[in-house]
């Protein structure tokens, strides 16, 4: 592992441990067991990596959603965090390269007219979304016609889709590929 100085070691850690913020939402990346509250998966390997190369013991702190590990960042509450980059974001935190890109869509109702990533750009059409997260930010950017209605989570943003018949959901491919069979509708993701 490279030497890092104290002085850089205080900066990362000032409390003597690395507090890593770990968004459990994405569950691609890391998952909480319900039962146990214990953090598993890529990201949380990686915060014991940075800890381990830092010199330092880690601190895992779970978040349901991207948005409030941001405030934890903002506040001081967090040293690091695991969280995909968004340009509105930069002018207030700092981020690394980039370690993973990660493939997103829309799920849509069982005979929607939403073919296509470019339908559910219509008038009328509303696009469950968690609040505060990358998918959100890029939307606002992006749509010029439908509109985003918010969720505190990533799962409160499916349940918000199913319970409001909404038009559509962004979310991680693989999780919306893995959910859609368990719907009752039967949703299909977007290619």
Same mark, same amino acid.
Request: negative net charge; without cysteine.
């Given at each position: !592992?490279? /030497?890092?100085?104290?002085?850089?070691?205080?900066?990362?850690?000032?409390?003597?441990?690395? $507090?890593?913020?770990?968004?459990?939402?994405?569950?691609?990346?890391?998952?909480?067991?319900?039962?146990?509250?214990?953090?598993?998966?890529?990201?949380?390997?990686?915060?014991?990596?940075?800890?381990? $190369?830092?010199?330092?013991?880690?601190?895992?702190?779970?978040?349901?959603? !991207?948005?409030?590990?941001?405030?934890?960042?903002? @506040?001081?509450?967090?040293?690091?965090?695991?969280?995909?980059?968004?340009?509105?974001?930069?002018?207030?935190?700092?981020?690394?390269?980039?370690?993973?890109?990660?493939?997103?869509?829309?799920?849509?109702?069982?005979?929607?007219?939403?073919?296509?990533? !470019?339908?559910?750009?219509?008038?009328?059409? $509303?696009?469950?979304?968690?609040?505060?997260?990358?998918?959100?930010?890029?939307?606002?950017?992006?749509? /010029?016609?439908?509109?985003?209605?918010?969720?505190? @989570?990533?799962?409160? !943003?499916?349940?918000?889709?199913?319970?409001?018949? #909404?038009?559509? #959901?962004?979310?991680?491919?693989? $999780?919306?590929?893995?959910?859609?069979?368990?719907?009752?509708?039967?949703?299909?993701?977007?290619?």
């Amino acid at each position: !592992a490279p /030497q890092i100085s104290p002085a850089a070691r205080a900066d990362l850690a000032p409390t003597g441990k690395l $507090r890593v913020g770990i968004n459990y939402g994405n569950v691609i990346l890391a998952t909480r067991d319900p039962a146990s509250g214990e953090l598993r998966g890529v990201h949380v390997e990686l915060a014991r990596e940075l800890g381990r $190369r830092v010199g330092v013991p880690v601190e895992l702190i779970g978040y349901a959603a !991207a948005g409030p590990m941001v405030e934890g960042l903002k @506040s001081g509450a967090l040293d690091a965090a695991l969280l995909s980059a968004e340009p509105a974001r930069a002018t207030e935190i700092n981020f690394s390269p980039a370690y993973v890109e990660v493939d997103a869509t829309y799920l849509v109702p069982a005979g929607s007219p939403i073919r296509n990533v !470019a339908d559910a750009d219509r008038d009328g059409s $509303r696009i469950a979304v968690a609040a505060k997260s990358a998918y959100e930010f890029f939307l606002n950017r992006s749509l /010029q016609h439908a509109k985003l209605v918010n969720a505190p @989570s990533t799962n409160a !943003a499916f349940d918000l889709f199913a319970e409001k018949k #909404l038009d559509a #959901l962004v979310g991680i491919r693989p $999780r919306l590929v893995a959910e859609a069979p368990h719907h009752d509708e039967g949703l299909p993701a977007l290619p």
